[in-house]
């Protein structure tokens, strides 16, 4: 979202899906500062009309906007986070402008005032190379939230209850590890499925050309994938590097 033409373009994404960005609960977003993951989640930005409307009595248990920054590094820093909560801030009021229905409502209700940057404490990562993980947890923790009611005494107590003391939040040694074998799982899994979709059978539906009924029947043709796929093509999948480097070496 940050590089020329992010905004933009999410636009397309969004209207391209009939996606209502402002009246969800959470937004999650992962981000890639120099040599490191972490991930925002956008919290209530579904109510950042209402939230503002009460008296100080009655906030504390009002559902409050904010921005937490899950960050696995020991030290996170707050200029960047600041800056990326500027964009999402800008970034919110682009499609509020667009979704709102009520044209007396402030048309940029989303603003670093009013959507405080919260970093609460996280599980810390031992090494300098498990932030990636670290993000994909977090995000998968981060759907726990959907479950609580995300108030300004949430804001208050630095989210210490809703994420801290969260057992989804909290990631040990042995979860990196499962989580690395799941994640390989998954990709061989993938591959294999990529693999055997182009290179298996094909049905396509023809005109049945053998038919004299003189009603429009069609067959099924079955048509193998391997006739039309460039071997040499880098993305036709690892299982087939062998016959692509005999291929090559054949040709020469």
């Keep these: 979202m940050q590089q020329p033409g992010g905004i933009a373009n999410s636009k397309v994404y969004v209207h391209n899906r009939n996606i209502q960005v402002t009246n969800k609960k ?26 503002f409307k009460h008296t100080c009595n009655y906030k504390t248990k009002q559902l409050t906007p904010c921005i937490l920054l899950i960050d696995s590094s020991s030290s996170p820093s707050k200029v960047i986070a600041k800056n990326v909560v500027r964009t999402l801030c800008h970034w919110l009021n682009y499609f509020y402008e667009d979704e709102s229905t009520n044209p007396y409502e402030n048309r940029f209700p989303y603003h670093p005032r009013r959507m405080p940057l919260i970093i609460p404490n996280v599980s810390v ?20 939230l959907l479950r609580r009611r995300l108030t300004e005494e949430d804001i208050s107590n630095n989210y210490i ?3 801290t003391n969260n057992e989804h939040f909290i990631i040990t040694d042995d979860s990196i590890t499962r989580a690395r ?14 693999n055997t979709v182009r290179n298996c059978g094909v049905a396509t539906i023809r005109p049945d050309e053998n038919d004299n009924s003189g009603n429009e029947c069609f067959t099924l043709c079955s048509q193998s994938h391997s006739e039309e796929v460039d071997s040499k093509d880098p993305s036709w999948g690892s299982s087939n590097k062998k016959k692509r480097s005999y291929e090559e070496s054949a040709s020469v």
């Design 26 to 51: 959470l937004l999650i977003f992962p981000d890639h500062s120099p040599d490191h993951w972490s991930v925002f989640v956008v919290v209530n930005p579904n109510c950042i009309i209402s939230a």
């Design 161 to 163: 209850d809703a994420v």
């Design 181 to 194: 074998v799941s994640f390989h799982k998954l990709i061989t899994n993938l591959g294999n499925m990529f």
């Design 125 to 144: 990562q031992s090494n300098g190379y498990d932030c990636g993980i670290h993000t994909f947890l977090n995000i998968k923790a981060s759907l726990s």
